[in-house]
Every structure is written in C-alpha cells, then in structure tokens.
C-alpha cells in the first residue's frame, strides 16, 4: 500500500475527472506537457519508496527498542494516521497556494521529517522516531493532494488515464525498491557480538543499530531538499483550480450525504480492510521470514524477499488493466480476493519456503483490488463524485488500524497466527465484489 496510497491518486483523479470539468477548461497542449510529468513522475517514486522503507523500519526499531509486536507497529500507525488528519488541511492549502507552491511545501515538510530521525537516533527514544514519522507523512500527504489532481489537468481528460498509469509505474518501482535497499544499508550493518547483557553493552548496541537508521533518512532528506529546489525553480504550467459545479451549493445535510449510498459506503470499508491488510502483511513479513518455524531467514535475507511482494503488485497491475477489459470488476475483484484468503492460509498452515511464497503471492492479487473498489464505490454518484472519493480517501486510515491489531494479535498467539487479521480483510473484499454490483448509490 504502500502503492496502494498513491493508488488514491489514480482514482480520485480520474472519477473527478467525470464530475468536475477542469480538463476541458484547460488548452494544455499534451505534448508540450511530457517534461512536467517526467518531473512530476519523481514525486509518486519518492513517496512509494519512502512508504515502503517502514516495512524494514519495523523489524530494525523492533530489534533496537526490544518492542513487542503491538508497540513496533506504531511505525506504521503514526505513519497512516496522518492521511485522515492531514488530508482535509492539506486540501484547503492548496486550494490556497496552488499546486505548484503546495508541492514545494510537501517536500519540505518530508524532509524536515526525515532529519527528526537523525535527534531520534541520537537519544535513543523510540517517541522521536515516531513523531519523525507523522510529520514525514504529513509531508507526503501534502504531496499526493497536490500531485495528483495536477498531473490530470496536464492534458486532455480522454488520455488521464494513461498519464496517472504511467506516474503509478513509478510509484510501484519505488515500492519495490525500497525493501532492498532498507536491507542492505540497514540490516547489513548490524552488529553481532554487542554484549547486551550488560548496561554498557545494551547502550552500546543500541547507540549502534539506531545509527544505522540516520544514513538512509539523512540520504533521503538531502534528495527532498535538492527537489524543494529543483521545484522552486522549474517553472511549471499553470492549471485552473477545481470549481464546485454551480448547482452543488452547500446544504445543511452535506456532510451525512454519503450515508445515502450504500455501494460507497461498504466501499470505504473494502478500502479500509485492503489497505489495513496490504500494509499489515508488508510489515510483518521480515520477522516472519525469520521465525525458525518458517524459514530461518536473517533479518537481511527477508529484506530481500519483502521487494517480491511489492514487485508482484507491480506486475499485476499491468495484467489487471488487460484483464478489466474483458472481465467484470466484481467478479475480477471476488476472485483476487479469494486467492487472496487461500494464500494467507496457506501460509498460515505450511512452514518452509512455500510459506514465504505463498504470503508473497498476496501481492500479485493486491494490485488491481484499489483501482477496482474505488470504482465500484464512486459509480453513480454523479455529481457527488468528488465528495465520495474524499470519502475513500479517509478510509485508508485502515493501513493504520489493522497492522495494530494483527500486532497485538501477534503478541497474544504468534506471528504466524496473527495473519489471520488480514485474511478476514480480504473475505470482506469477496463479498463486496460479489454482492457489490446489486448494491444502488442513492436511495
């Protein structure tokens, strides 16, 4: 989900384009718009990789702080809750600022982010780790809200899609990437003969492995700020903002509205278990790679095999845009779920190699499960399009809910067990899109 978070940006932006006729008003020349999107295509790389790091983030702060399951994952709840907390401001600045300044502010914010961790590691408090965390994610939330309706409006609305495909690309290659480079900056380092049994050595060995987390978030920090000035300087294409429809002036009731429309409501629920699962199974796949029980591996070893997971995602993605042409949604979304549920238990009940594999396979059928909630939950909505994707968008809070409690789960009945979070996620997930399309938007 890490995809799954800039996988907002697709959906948001392409069913906005249905309700809100910002690309028609432009007279943005599409061609002369490929040096802004290869600029902006940087963006959705950095925030997918920036996001998938806390799958390494997780067992390492684990490792130092000799937390259970529960209190590690707080790495991610920090990190997601942000998205509910942000987005509604992060939405008002830019409709104040613009796209363009709002972009320069997200990039600062993540920076400023990223060098909280540098203090953190310094003192050694796990509190500061977190904070850095938030304030990183604010920074990218800010990001996305400026990114993503942007790179629509730079062109016509017939070839969006395409645009938002191709910028997810690179989101995907960030999510993929990021596992391995998490591994072998951080986990490659690790010290082996720290005596912890001691004060002095236990500091000693924290002081060591806390260390290891300021190289890569200070290298990141210095990438933000070079594009804090690449984009200060780049003079990018002006786009109109986004005007509300004249005949959607605010009623009293406009803030219960989405109540009227089941589909959209058991659609934000769909958003909340996959996002919750998707960012649960990334965060516990390095400790549970290395459970004797399963395959032994080093934390450096799993490191490694969480990239397939993300990278599976990346390659279903382009096999799920061929397979919606000719498949119905639900059905496509009922059987990838499904899949889905069989490989969590599957994984569950074997050891070995075929549990890695098997957990690792969720990640192929993750990846068209996002795109295809969304549009489900938004169809017929008509000319609330736009305030039922803001409804999804809250939804994805989920990616910090269920990886705290599979955590505490873990905690209480082991880790393997604790996947059973996430496989009743994804049974949610097969009964949306079986019984989804009989669902009406209204009432």
Not at 124 to 132: A, K
Not at 197 to 203: A, H, P, R
Not at 261 to 275: D, E, N, Q, S, T
Not at 370 to 395: E, K
Request: proline share 5%.
């Amino acid at each position: 989900m890490k995809e799954l978070i800039s996988g907002v940006a697709k959906d948001t932006v392409a069913n906005a384009t249905n309700a809100v006729p910002l690309i028609e008003r432009t007279s943005i020349a599409e061609p002369s718009h490929r040096f802004s999107l290869a600029i902006l295509a940087s963006l959705f790389f950095i925030w997918g990789f920036i996001t998938s790091l806390n799958d390494i983030l997780v067992p390492h702060l684990k490792n130092v702080f000799d937390l259970n399951y529960t209190e590690a994952i707080f790495v991610q709840f920090c990190f997601f809750i942000a998205y509910f907390v942000v987005s509604v401001p992060a939405g008002a600045l830019i409709k104040r600022v613009g796209y363009q300044l709002g972009l320069v502010l997200g990039l600062l914010i993540a920076c400023a982010g990223c060098l909280v961790f540098i203090p953190a590691a310094r003192m050694q408090i796990y509190g500061i780790f977190l904070l850095g965390l938030f304030v990183l994610a604010a920074g990218i939330t800010i990001l996305q809200v400026s990114a993503n309706p942007y790179v629509i409006a730079l062109g016509k609305a017939s070839t969006a899609p395409s645009r938002l495909n191709l910028t997810q690309a690179f989101n995907s290659l960030g999510t993929t990437l990021a596992p391995a480079f998490g591994g072998l900056v951080i986990f490659s380092a690790v010290a082996s003969g720290a005596d912890t049994t001691t004060v002095e050595g236990l500091q000693l060995f924290r002081a060591h492995e806390a260390a290891l987390v300021e190289k890569p978030y200070f290298i990141l920090a210095l990438v933000l700020l070079l594009m804090v000035a690449f984009f200060s300087w780049v003079r990018l294409p002006s786009a109109p903002h986004q005007q509300p429809p004249a005949d959607t002036a605010p009623d009293v009731d406009s803030a219960f509205r989405p109540l009227r429309y089941p589909r959209l409501m058991l659609g934000a629920i769909a958003i909340f278990v996959y996002v919750g699962a998707e960012v649960a199974i990334g965060s516990f796949l390095v400790n549970f790679f290395g459970e004797p029980s399963v395959a032994g591996m080093s934390t450096a070893q799993a490191a490694r095999y969480v990239s397939y997971y993300w990278g599976g995602a990346m390659i279903g993605r382009f096999a799920g845009a061929l397979l919606l042409r000719y498949v119905s949604p639900g059905l496509l979304l009922a059987v990838c779920g499904c899949c889905a549920t069989l490989l969590i238990a599957a994984a569950m009940l074997s050891t070995g190699m075929p549990a890695v594999w098997s957990i690792l396979a969720v990640g192929l059928f993750n990846s068209i499960m996002f795109p295809t909630i969304f549009s489900l939950a938004v169809t017929g909505l008509g000319r609330n399009t736009s305030q039922g994707s803001g409804v999804l968008c809250m939804a994805i809070v989920g990616g910090a809910i269920v990886p705290l409690a599979q955590g505490v789960m873990a905690d209480f009945a082991g880790i393997q067990l604790s996947f059973l979070i996430p496989l009743l996620c994804y049974c949610y997930i097969v009964y949306y899109g079986t019984f989804s399309p009989m669902l009406r938007n209204g009432v």
